[in-house]
């Protein structure tokens, strides 16, 4: 079993940088694949950002894609997200994911265990 715990969330001005962590408890998470979805008021969850267990896969979100980065911190058992040039739209509470397959894979259906989620408010 893994708990993920996010972090890193706040209130930024547009423009501005955030670096989300999921930090996984109960066993190493270095062979799980890892993804970042997001879910703004009232709307879907979507995908954002995902890494493979090796961090030799990943893939963005055309929205985030330039602007975020997914990178594994394999010795602190987390993962992060690198958001830079934050734009009012991406404002949401953002959650991470772990599958135990290892994939990159933008597929909710593929994960295992999610976090509770951290918010982001980006303000103009």
């Known amino acids: 079993q893994v708990q993920l715990v996010e972090s890193g969330g706040g209130l930024v001005q547009a423009g501005g940088s955030l670096r989300l962590s999921c930090a996984a408890s109960?066993?190493?998470?270095?062979?799980?694949?890892v993804g970042w979805f997001r879910q703004a008021p009232g709307k879907k969850r979507e995908f954002v950002a995902t890494?493979?267990?090796?961090?030799?896969?990943?893939y963005y979100a055309d929205s985030v894609k330039g602007r975020f980065s997914i990178v594994r911190g394999n010795s602190e058992n987390a993962v992060y997200l690198q958001m830079n040039s934050l734009k009012p739209e991406d404002t949401a509470v953002y959650y991470c994911?772990?599958?135990?397959?290892?994939?990159?894979?933008?597929?909710?259906?593929?994960?295992?265990?999610w976090g509770q989620g951290t918010q982001v408010t980006v303000f103009s």
């Open positions: 109960g066993r190493t998470f270095s062979t799980y694949g």
């Open positions: 890494i493979s267990w090796n961090g030799g896969e990943s």
């Open positions: 994911a772990a599958g135990l397959r290892g994939l990159a894979t933008m597929q909710e259906e593929q994960y295992d265990y």
